[in-house]
Every structure is written in structure tokens, then in C-alpha cells.
């Protein structure tokens, strides 16, 4: 007896073996030289590394330029998140509970700017937001009179990251959209003809027993929208902005490559690398946290 | 228990094998350079506004010249981009052409982190296929400046490559068709600004704050000489503070608050040639660029009769006139296997097989015999210093890298804020010098 289960331990243990040696190799390693690097002075190729213990981290917490990328992505995350959220329950409300001609087209239409690249994406919104032939501007200036200088979306520094705010929103709602869809596709019928039978309207329904039943699914987007939006929004400014105009599209991670990079501090890079992580970890455990609900079953 | 201690050892056996083939590429590409010393040289070269086949060209004529050596091209627009990571494995290349004042800044960490080779000793050493030494073919006044000595020791760690005079691009029809003259001082111009205005002309855009360097390279020049320049270029805090630091600043204020609306808009490099385009269209009058700019929108639709003019900046006094060269550079990491013949490739750079080969694709070498091949456009830019433009080489000094302090982003970047009117030319100043006293 005790044979077989040591043989049976050390099958589980061979099985296992890959997968904890990769993740070891490519997770754990990686992760785990971000926290030690953060310790260091270092420009990236010298061999030689001062150790500065937690200095990095005290000149973070006066680098106003760091702040402003630290509230510029905040920002974001939270605009993005609230208005994609909105959107993609509701589109996914109407495309499952409504029956219409065309709906097939419109699931596709709705996913199609999740498999375009973000480099396609952010020269579309580039010609979008153009101060003199873009769309957005060609139409506003319908309703002004012709010498209308138009707005700089992507020239003045307080509209800028609300342009970069839409142009997430727009890509993003098809993938959530989806994913809202088959939650709500297998919420049974018969709740909602009972309910109707009750006299309850399509909005009743909608916050009774759709937005219920499918919030699980919906806790679980949260932590994809807190990560999703600091790497993308990375790629967006990286391919768009460029993080002006003067840095008022910085966000994290661009701000991140900046220093270990062009700014020759690696390890002040990574130093912000350990806070992004600590600040997504301890973001999604709040958001899991102040969401937890009783899970009703059906 | 045996068992256990078998599958124990083979567990080991088996996570060192795949540790081992992780940490195989140090160790694979030491053996194998060595065994192929001198045979293959790494040549990494940034694919810029000449194109890719002009280093191909060159490193068949290498080899031509050199028998047994082979020349491996890495050819790139993003060169830091595949190079780094292989730097930061510990392969590297013999021999890299990457300039300084790239966004993304290799070069400099390079020099920041004293990764650079010395390659003095290449200025006497002599042209590969030729009698003379590279000394003797190189303009002077192209070493033993900052750009090519970046600790100011007299060491030379990078060697000067394709160059090309700035100034200010505009179109010559525009200005004929109006009765206005290329102003020679700062002052006519700006004035200039305000006729062009009445005719709903912006005086000024820039295609991103980064072409915002030379310029300002020149102004500095124009403002104080050249001594003021290099103080400047020191990071000194009186040269930024003081009344020729407050006469710079406010002239670019000048500037920057007659330049196009939507500029700022297009400044980043997914639109940055709509700010060149407004060149073309009639809507702007000036900008700063480099010579490539003239291919770079060959294709642009542009103004009937519109022609390519060229000018140095205007200088604050007149007949004052600096037009800062902008000048490439080739360098050979510390770690580079093949350093003897790196030089040597190097040298090759200033042969006159290597100069045409690199005049085919419009880069222009600084050697002696160049401006007799120029070709007629050509000649228009290089002309600037026979009529009466002041030669400026050199650039910023290699500082100590700091956290949250980037001098580029401060100097240039703020521009932007500048021209959209959210900070004023004092406050701009102030950051400067901020920063200049950080880094110094």
C-alpha cells in the first residue's frame, strides 16, 4: 500500500515538474530579479552595481513627474473601467434578451477593434482626433462658424488623456461584451418569463436578475480591467503620443521604460516596476474584496 | 528510499540540463567567436533616412578588401531595440553605428556606463586599400569635441559618420511670390512673423520638440560663442540661469508662441509629418529639420512651384551666424570580441570606396574630397557654411544618470507646453536649470 503511494507521489511530482520548473524560470526569476534590481544603481550593461537599499524609492515618492504618471493612470483605469463596464452590459443585455434582425453582425461588429492591433488602432484615432481634417473636428465644426480653430485633441494637455480614455473604451467593450454575453446566454428563461408574469419591466429585470447572476463574471473582469488598462495603455501612448504633449500622457509603464531606458537608471525602472506591481496586486485584491457578494444559484 | 534518492538526482539532473541550455548563449558565443576570431565581424548600423542597402554595400567591399572576414550586418530602424537584449545576454556587436540624441538613449547609456571602447588610436591608423591615414582624409573640426569625446579627456570614443549642416527648411517660392528676404537676424525675423500672420501664415512649426535640439545648439552659439556654447553644453548653472541663459529661453519663448496651432497636436512620431506637411502647404515658414527631410516627403502632395530653401538660424547679431552640424557616430562596445578588426573596419568608413557607396543612398562622409561629389541639391545644404554660416560641433556632456531626471524631456519636452501657453518662459527656465544643477 505504501508502495503504490509513493509511486503515486512521485508520478504527481513528475507531472508537475515541468510546469513548476517553467513558471520558476520565466515567472518567478524574472519577478524576483525586478525586486533585487530595484535595489541597485545601474545604468543596464555596466557590471558594476551600487547597492542603494530603498533610495530608489524615496526619490519615487518626490518625483512629481512619477505622480503625474501614477494619477494619469489611475485616471484611466478608472474611466475606462466604468464606462467599458457600463457599455458592454448593456450591449450584452440587449444582444442576448432582445431578438432582432441582424444581431450575428453586430457581435461581430462590437469584437472587431479587440483583434486589431493597437498600432492600427492608434493611427485610426490619430486621424480621428486631427485638428483639421479629422473626423471628430469635421463634424463639430458643423455647428460652429467657419474660422472655428477646432479642438487639439491630442495637443492640449487637459483633453489628451480623456482622448487616450475613449480610444481604450472603444477597443475594449467588444472583449468584455462577449464575455458578459455567455454568462447572461446561461441564465435559464423561465426567470425571466416568471418575472414578467410578476409585472416586472426590462430595466427591473436587468438589475434583478441579469446584473445578479452574472456578477461573478463581472468581479472576475474587474481584475482584467485593472491590468489590461496599465498594458494597454502603455502600447497606446508608446505608438500615439508618445507620452506628451510635456508628459501629460505619461502613464506607468511608459514612464518606467523612460527611465530605465532612455534615462540610463535601470534600476530606479525597476523600482517603479515593484510599485505598479504592488499597486496592481493590491487594486485587484480591494476590487475582489469590496465585490464579494453572496453567489446565487439558479 | 533509494528510489526517492534516484528520482531525486534525476529531478536535479534534469532542472540543471534545462537551467544549463537557459544559460547556454553566454557561453555557446564566447567559444564560438573565439574560434572564429577575427573571421566575422558583428557590424550593428541604424537603417536611417539612407536606407538599408548603402551598409550592405559597404560590407561587401570589407570584405572584398579584407579576404577570410565576413561581415554580419544588423541593419535596423530600431536598432537599441535588437541589440539590447542581446547586449544584456552578453553578445555583442563589434562595431555599432547608432548616434547620440536618440529617444531611446543607447548610445548614451553606453557612455554613461563606460561600456565604450578607446578607438583613438583609429585617427592614425591607415585606410584599408589605401595609402593615407584616416587623419589625414577627415575634415578638421569634427574630433576632439564632446560628440566624439564625450568624458572631455582627449580620448576618442566615437568616430564622426554621415553629416549634415542644420538650419531652418522653407519653401523659396513662398517667400519670392510675397516679396519677403530670408532674414539674417532673430529680430527681422519675428518680424517677418507678423507680415506673415496678415496673410494667415504661421511663422514657425517644429515636426516634434526633438528637432528642437539643433536649433537650439545654434541659438546658443549665436547668443554667446562658443565658449557660453560648450558652458551650456557642460550643464553650468550660470550659463542657463544668467542673462545669456534668459536671452535663449525667451527667444525660443518668441518663437515657439508665433508657431503653428497645430503643432503641438502632431508633435509625436505617429503625426509628426503633418507638422512637415504645413511646410509644403504654405501654412508655416519655417522649421527645423535635417537634409533628409527633402526624400522623407518626396511623395507629399505640396504648393504649386514649391521649392526646398535652406537657411542657417538667424543670428541674433547679423553676419553672427552659427549652423551646428549634426554628425553621426560609429563606435565599438568595451565588450566586443573583435576590437582590432572593428578599428579597422572604422577605418574603412573614410575610404573612397565607402564615401560613394554611402553617397549613393545621400549620406555625406567628413572627409576632404566629399563636396566635389555633392549633387546639385546637395550642395544647396553644404553650401550654408560657404556663405558665411560658423561651423558648431558638439552636444550635450555625458552626465551622471539621475533618477526622474530627464534633461531632454525638460529642455526640449517642455516646448510643447509653451507653445499651447500652459507654462510660461520663466517657469520653463527655472526647470532647466533645475535640472542642469542635478545633473551637474
Same mark, same amino acid.
Given at each position: 500500500?505504501?508502495?503504490?503511494?509513493?509511486?503515486?507521489?512521485?508520478?504527481?511530482?513528475?507531472?508537475?515538474?515541468?510546469?513548476?520548473?517553467?513558471?520558476?524560470?520565466?515567472?518567478?526569476?524574472?519577478?524576483?530579479?525586478?525586486?533585487?534590481?530595484?535595489?541597485? $544603481?545601474?545604468?543596464?550593461?555596466?557590471?558594476? $552595481?551600487?547597492?542603494?537599499?530603498?533610495?530608489?524609492?524615496?526619490?519615487?515618492?518626490?518625483?512629481?513627474?512619477?505622480?503625474?504618471?501614477?494619477?494619469?493612470?489611475?485616471?484611466?483605469?478608472?474611466?475606462?473601467?466604468?464606462?467599458?463596464?457600463?457599455?458592454?452590459?448593456?450591449?450584452?443585455?440587449?444582444?442576448?434578451?432582445? $431578438?432582432?434582425?441582424?444581431?450575428?453582425?453586430?457581435?461581430?461588429?462590437?469584437?472587431?477593434?479587440?483583434?486589431?492591433?493597437?498600432?492600427?488602432?492608434?493611427?485610426?484615432?490619430?486621424?480621428?482626433?486631427?485638428?483639421?481634417?479629422?473626423?471628430?473636428?469635421?463634424?463639430?465644426?458643423?455647428?460652429?462658424?467657419?474660422?472655428?480653430?477646432?479642438?487639439?485633441?491630442?495637443?492640449?494637455?487637459?483633453?489628451?488623456?480623456?482622448?487616450?480614455?475613449?480610444?481604450?473604451?472603444?477597443?475594449?467593450?467588444?472583449?468584455?461584451?462577449?464575455?458578459?454575453?455567455?454568462?447572461?446566454?446561461?441564465?435559464?428563461?423561465?426567470?425571466?418569463?416568471?418575472?414578467?408574469?410578476?409585472?416586472?419591466?426590462?430595466?427591473?429585470?436587468?438589475?434583478?436578475?441579469?446584473?445578479?447572476?452574472?456578477?461573478?463574471?463581472?468581479?472576475?473582469?474587474?481584475?482584467?480591467?485593472?491590468?489590461?488598462?496599465?498594458?494597454?495603455?502603455?502600447?497606446?501612448?508608446?505608438?500615439?503620443?508618445?507620452?506628451?504633449?510635456?508628459?501629460?500622457?505619461?502613464? +506607468?509603464?511608459?514612464?518606467?521604460?523612460?527611465?530605465?531606458?532612455?534615462?540610463?537608471?535601470?534600476?530606479?525602472?525597476?523600482?517603479?516596476?515593484?510599485?505598479?506591481?504592488?499597486?496592481?496586486?493590491?487594486?485587484?485584491?480591494?476590487?475582489?474584496?469590496?465585490?464579494?457578494?453572496?453567489?446565487?444559484? +439558479? | 528510499?533509494?528510489?526517492?534518492?534516484?528520482?531525486?538526482?534525476?529531478?536535479?539532473?534534469?532542472?540543471?540540463?534545462?537551467?544549463?541550455?537557459?544559460?547556454?548563449?553566454?557561453?555557446?558565443?564566447?567559444?564560438?567567436?573565439?574560434?572564429?576570431?577575427?573571421?566575422?565581424?558583428?557590424? %550593428? #548600423?541604424?537603417?536611417?533616412?539612407?536606407?538599408?542597402? /548603402?551598409?550592405?554595400?559597404?560590407?561587401?567591399?570589407?570584405? #572584398?578588401?579584407?579576404?577570410?572576414?565576413? /561581415?554580419?550586418?544588423?541593419?535596423?530602424?530600431?536598432?537599441?531595440? /535588437?541589440?539590447?537584449?542581446?547586449?544584456?545576454?552578453?553578445?555583442?556587436?563589434?562595431?555599432?553605428?547608432? #548616434?547620440?540624441?536618440?529617444?531611446?538613449?543607447?548610445?548614451?547609456?553606453?557612455?554613461?556606463?563606460?561600456?565604450?571602447?578607446?578607438?583613438?588610436?583609429?585617427?592614425?591608423?591607415?585606410?584599408?586599400?589605401?595609402?593615407?591615414?584616416?587623419?589625414?582624409?577627415?575634415?578638421?573640426?569634427?574630433?576632439?569635441?564632446?560628440?566624439?569625446?564625450?568624458?572631455?579627456?582627449?580620448?576618442?570614443?566615437?568616430?564622426?559618420?554621415?553629416?549634415?549642416?542644420?538650419?531652418?527648411?522653407?519653401?523659396?517660392?513662398?517667400?519670392?511670390?510675397?516679396?519677403?528676404?530670408?532674414?539674417?537676424?532673430?529680430?527681422?525675423?519675428?518680424?517677418?512673423?507678423?507680415? #506673415?500672420?496678415?496673410?494667415?501664415?504661421?511663422?514657425?512649426?517644429?515636426?516634434?520638440?526633438?528637432?528642437?535640439?539643433?536649433?537650439?545648439?545654434?541659438?546658443?552659439?549665436?547668443?554667446?560663442?562658443?565658449?557660453?556654447?560648450?558652458? %551650456?553644453?557642460?550643464?553650468?548653472?550660470?550659463?542657463?540661469?544668467?542673462?545669456?541663459?534668459?536671452?535663449?529661453?525667451?527667444?525660443?519663448?518668441?518663437?515657439?508662441?508665433?508657431?503653428?496651432?497645430?503643432?503641438?497636436?502632431?508633435?509625436?512620431?505617429?503625426?509628426?509629418?503633418?507638422?512637415?506637411?504645413?511646410?509644403?502647404?504654405?501654412?508655416?515658414?519655417?522649421?527645423?529639420?535635417?537634409?533628409?527631410?527633402?526624400?522623407?516627403?518626396?511623395?507629399?502632395?505640396?504648393?504649386?512651384?514649391?521649392?526646398?530653401?535652406?537657411?542657417?538660424?538667424?543670428?541674433?547679431?547679423?553676419?553672427?551666424?552659427?549652423?551646428?552640424?549634426?554628425?553621426?557616430?560609429?563606435?565599438?562596445?568595451?565588450?566586443?570580441?573583435?576590437?582590432?578588426?572593428?578599428?579597422?573596419?572604422?577605418?574603412?568608413?573614410?575610404?573612397?570606396? %565607402?564615401?560613394?557607396?554611402?553617397?549613393?543612398?545621400?549620406?555625406?562622409?567628413?572627409?576632404?574630397?566629399?563636396?566635389?561629389?555633392?549633387?546639385?541639391?546637395?550642395?544647396?545644404?553644404?553650401?550654408?557654411?560657404?556663405?558665411?554660416?560658423?561651423?558648431?560641433?558638439?552636444?550635450?556632456?555625458?552626465?551622471?544618470?539621475?533618477?526622474?531626471?530627464?534633461?531632454?524631456?525638460?529642455?526640449?519636452?517642455?516646448?510643447?507646453?509653451?507653445?499651447?501657453?500652459?507654462?510660461?518662459?520663466?517657469?520653463?527656465?527655472?526647470?532647466? /536649470?533645475?535640472?542642469?544643477?542635478?545633473?551637474?
Amino acid at each position: 500500500m505504501t508502495g503504490s503511494n509513493s509511486a503515486r507521489t512521485r508520478f504527481i511530482w513528475l507531472c508537475l515538474s515541468p510546469a513548476v520548473i517553467l513558471m520558476a524560470i520565466f515567472m518567478l526569476y524574472p519577478v524576483v530579479s525586478v525586486f533585487q534590481m530595484s535595489l541597485y $544603481k545601474w545604468g543596464g550593461y555596466s557590471p558594476d $552595481k551600487q547597492f542603494v537599499g530603498f533610495d530608489n524609492f524615496k526619490i519615487l515618492a518626490g518625483d512629481m513627474n512619477f505622480i503625474r504618471s501614477f494619477q494619469n493612470t489611475i485616471l484611466l483605469i478608472v474611466v475606462v473601467t466604468v464606462f467599458t463596464l457600463a457599455f458592454a452590459l448593456v450591449f450584452a443585455a440587449i444582444l442576448t434578451r432582445v $431578438k432582432f434582425k441582424g444581431i450575428g453582425l453586430f457581435r461581430v461588429i462590437f469584437y472587431i477593434p479587440n483583434i486589431l492591433s493597437i498600432v492600427v488602432i492608434s493611427a485610426m484615432f490619430s486621424a480621428i482626433y486631427d485638428p483639421t481634417q479629422g473626423l471628430l473636428n469635421s463634424f463639430l465644426r458643423l455647428f460652429h462658424p467657419a474660422n472655428w480653430a477646432g479642438i487639439q485633441w491630442l495637443g492640449n494637455e487637459k483633453i489628451v488623456i480623456f482622448s487616450l480614455a475613449i480610444t481604450l473604451i472603444w477597443q475594449a467593450i467588444g472583449y468584455y461584451m462577449v464575455m458578459y454575453m455567455s454568462s447572461m446566454a446561461s441564465i435559464p428563461e423561465d426567470l425571466y418569463e416568471s418575472s414578467a408574469l410578476d409585472g416586472a419591466g426590462v430595466l427591473k429585470q436587468f438589475f434583478s436578475i441579469t446584473l445578479p447572476l452574472t456578477w461573478s463574471t463581472i468581479r472576475t473582469t474587474l481584475t482584467f480591467f485593472v491590468i489590461s488598462t496599465i498594458n494597454l495603455s502603455f502600447l497606446l501612448v508608446t505608438a500615439m503620443t508618445g507620452g506628451g504633449p510635456n508628459g501629460s500622457t505619461e502613464v +506607468f509603464l511608459s514612464y518606467m521604460y523612460k527611465q530605465a531606458n532612455t534615462n540610463s537608471a535601470y534600476g530606479y525602472g525597476m523600482a517603479i516596476g515593484v510599485v505598479v506591481f504592488g499597486f496592481s496586486f493590491i487594486l485587484s485584491a480591494v476590487l475582489q474584496a469590496i465585490t464579494k457578494r453572496d453567489i446565487y444559484e +439558479f | 528510499m533509494k528510489k526517492r534518492l534516484v528520482f531525486a538526482v534525476m529531478a536535479t539532473a534534469a532542472v540543471s540540463l534545462i537551467l544549463a541550455a537557459c544559460g547556454s548563449s553566454k557561453s555557446s558565443s564566447s567559444t564560438s567567436t573565439s574560434s572564429s576570431d577575427s573571421k566575422t565581424l558583428k557590424v %550593428a #548600423a541604424l537603417e536611417g533616412g539612407y536606407g538599408a542597402d /548603402v551598409w550592405k554595400q559597404v560590407a561587401k567591399d570589407f570584405e #572584398a578588401a579584407n579576404p577570410g572576414v565576413k /561581415v554580419k550586418l544588423t541593419i535596423d530602424k530600431k536598432l537599441e531595440s /535588437v541589440i539590447s537584449p542581446q547586449m544584456k545576454a552578453g553578445d555583442y556587436p563589434d562595431v555599432v553605428h547608432l #548616434a547620440t540624441g536618440r529617444p531611446d538613449g543607447l548610445t548614451e547609456t553606453m557612455i554613461k556606463g563606460n561600456n565604450m571602447e578607446n578607438i583613438s588610436d583609429v585617427m592614425n591608423m591607415k585606410i584599408p586599400g589605401e595609402s593615407k591615414t584616416v587623419k589625414d582624409v577627415i575634415r578638421p573640426g569634427f574630433d576632439g569635441t564632446l560628440a566624439t569625446e564625450p568624458y572631455g579627456d582627449g580620448k576618442t570614443y566615437m568616430m564622426p559618420m554621415f553629416y549634415a549642416p542644420t538650419g531652418l527648411f522653407y519653401n523659396k517660392a513662398l517667400l519670392k511670390e510675397n516679396g519677403w528676404s530670408v532674414p539674417k537676424t532673430w529680430d527681422e525675423m519675428i518680424a517677418l512673423g507678423q507680415k #506673415a500672420k496678415a496673410k494667415g501664415i504661421s511663422l514657425f512649426t517644429y515636426p516634434t520638440t526633438g528637432y528642437m535640439d539643433s536649433l537650439s545648439y545654434s541659438l546658443l552659439a549665436d547668443i554667446g560663442g562658443k565658449d557660453y556654447f560648450n558652458k %551650456a553644453m557642460a550643464y553650468d548653472h550660470d550659463a542657463w540661469s544668467g542673462s545669456n541663459g534668459t536671452k535663449y529661453f525667451d527667444s525660443v519663448g518668441q518663437l515657439l508662441k508665433q508657431t503653428a496651432s497645430t503643432t503641438v497636436a502632431n508633435a509625436n512620431n505617429e503625426n509628426y509629418r503633418k507638422n512637415q506637411q504645413l511646410i509644403l502647404d504654405n501654412k508655416a515658414l519655417f522649421m527645423p529639420n535635417g537634409t533628409w527631410v527633402v526624400d522623407e516627403m518626396k511623395d507629399a502632395p505640396r504648393a504649386k512651384g514649391f521649392e526646398w530653401g535652406f537657411t542657417a538660424l538667424p543670428g541674433i547679431k547679423a553676419d553672427d551666424q552659427y549652423a551646428y552640424t549634426y554628425f553621426e557616430q560609429i563606435w565599438v562596445p568595451k565588450a566586443a570580441k573583435n576590437k582590432t578588426l572593428a578599428k579597422k573596419f572604422i577605418a574603412f568608413m573614410y575610404s573612397d570606396k %565607402a564615401a560613394k557607396d554611402f553617397l549613393k543612398g545621400g549620406a555625406v562622409q567628413p572627409i576632404k574630397t566629399i563636396d566635389s561629389q555633392l549633387t546639385a541639391q546637395q550642395k544647396t545644404f553644404y553650401d550654408v557654411y560657404n556663405q558665411g554660416a560658423k561651423v558648431l560641433v558638439g552636444g550635450f556632456k555625458n552626465a551622471k544618470a539621475v533618477e526622474g531626471v530627464n534633461w531632454t524631456d525638460t529642455l526640449f519636452g517642455e516646448m510643447t507646453s509653451v507653445t499651447s501657453g500652459s507654462k510660461s518662459v520663466k517657469s520653463w527656465q527655472s526647470d532647466v /536649470v533645475k535640472a542642469a544643477d542635478q545633473l551637474r
